[in-house]
């Protein structure tokens, strides 16, 4: 399970910070790179929910996660064959459609082995931060000497190394669980998974500039490209060793603690990064916040997500919690960022990413219900129907 999360999330330590690089080499505008980068999440809105149906209805997720590797890293070698922006969108769309299918239901097979010791999760996940440090930091100072025109056949090598890690990981089922047979639709109805979803969707709105812009903006300021890789990687650093935490963290402070406290510093973070980027050191502190940011919330968000989505409806909470956050508030975050970039400048759109952070932490504080009060909502679905 960790090589599954290292080689995923690897890919992701070259698609993220240096594709918008590759489109602006090509020759593309920021409007341009806001949307292309915005297909590759939106496709999370509707491909995790289609998988996660598949995978509940059938329990076949193993073979869900091979295929969509597979077809994934077939479907982006299509970037071989043209660079025209049409083409570009084709690819994207077929690409992400099939790689966004595997994580959500690997995360549900990996917390089906966990079974009662969830809290374990982050030291499996970590891996997968691992590899996003070791490709992000090695990939900048290659970008430097050969430019990006070799981020493509980097990201074929790690897609086709997703497809071979998911060979080695066998099926686990959910089995029975007792409740289970609840409505999705009066799940999704009630108050504190409306707020949990909605947080999370905002949580990643917020990240739209970062995400889109970061390393294209950095380098605006004079950062070389390779001290921009180190500083991605140290932000993974930090996010690493908050994993190593977090089995410890939970019991103490309680899921819902954790989440407000990382959205309130993600507010903090888009702020430094908008007002002090001139300053190294702040820039370094900006990026150690990463483990909140990145680290503290998902494993606090995705533990809450497995709690209330429970039995037959683990593959499409999962594919919910992707497509929301990841998908809807992510596709957002970059459309926004692409529209505001050049139009009303860095520092402003950075500012609207305070706003929504902050936001979403009060979202977080009023509605999600403390700890012990989700213990109890847990403990009434799991009575026998």
């Not at 503290?296 to 956050?325: D, E, K, N, T």
């Amino acid at each position: 399970m960790s090589g599954f999360y290292w080689f995923y999330f690897a890919s992701l330590g070259a698609l993220v910070p240096y594709w918008s690089l590759y489109l602006k080499e090509l020759g593309y505008a920021a409007q341009d790179i806001g949307f292309l980068m915005a297909i590759i999440l939106a496709t999370k809105i509707v491909s995790p929910n289609i998988w996660g149906w598949i995978a509940d209805h059938t329990g076949q997720r193993m073979n869900i996660v091979r295929l969509g590797s597979l077809l994934a890293a077939v479907s982006f070698a299509g970037v071989y064959v043209s660079d025209g922006y049409g083409w570009l969108v084709v690819v994207m769309v077929l690409f992400s459609f099939f790689w966004n299918a595997a994580l959500p239901q690997f995360e549900a097979i990996t917390f089906n082995y966990l079974q009662h010791q969830t809290h374990r999760y982050s030291n499996i996940r970590l891996w997968g931060s691992i590899g996003f440090i070791v490709t992000v930091m090695l990939l900048g100072p290659a970008l430097d000497r050969w430019s990006a025109g070799i981020l493509p056949h980097a990201l074929l090598l790690l897609f086709a190394g997703i497809w071979l890690s998911s060979l080695t990981v066998q099926e686990r089922p959910s089995g029975v669980v007792r409740g289970s047979h609840e409505s999705l639709i009066k799940l999704l109805k009630t108050p504190a998974v409306l707020a949990l979803l909605s947080v999370c969707l905002l949580m990643q709105m917020s990240h739209g500039p970062y995400y889109t812009f970061y390393t294209i903006y950095m380098e605006a300021h004079g950062y070389s490209r390779s001290l921009i890789g180190q500083l991605w990687g140290l932000g993974v650093i930090a996010e690493v060793a908050v994993f190593l935490l977090l089995p410890k963290l939970v019991p103490r402070l309680g899921l819902r603690i954790l989440l407000v406290i990382s959205l309130f510093l993600a507010a903090v973070r888009w702020w430094l990064i908008g007002y002090f980027v001139e300053s190294l050191w702040i820039m370094v502190f900006a990026q150690v916040l990463h483990a909140a940011t990145f680290g503290v919330y998902h494993a606090s968000a995705i533990q809450l997500i497995h709690r209330y989505f429970i039995g037959r409806h683990q593959g499409r909470g999962q594919a919910l919690y992707s497509s929301l956050s990841f998908g809807a508030g992510g596709a957002v975050g970059s459309f926004y960022s692409g529209l505001t970039w050049d139009a009303l400048g860095a520092q402003f759109t950075f500012e609207i990413a305070v706003v929504i952070a902050l936001t979403a932490a009060l979202v977080a504080w009023f509605w999600i219900p403390p700890e012990s009060d989700t213990n109890q909502t847990s403990a009434s679905q799991t009575k026998v129907v």
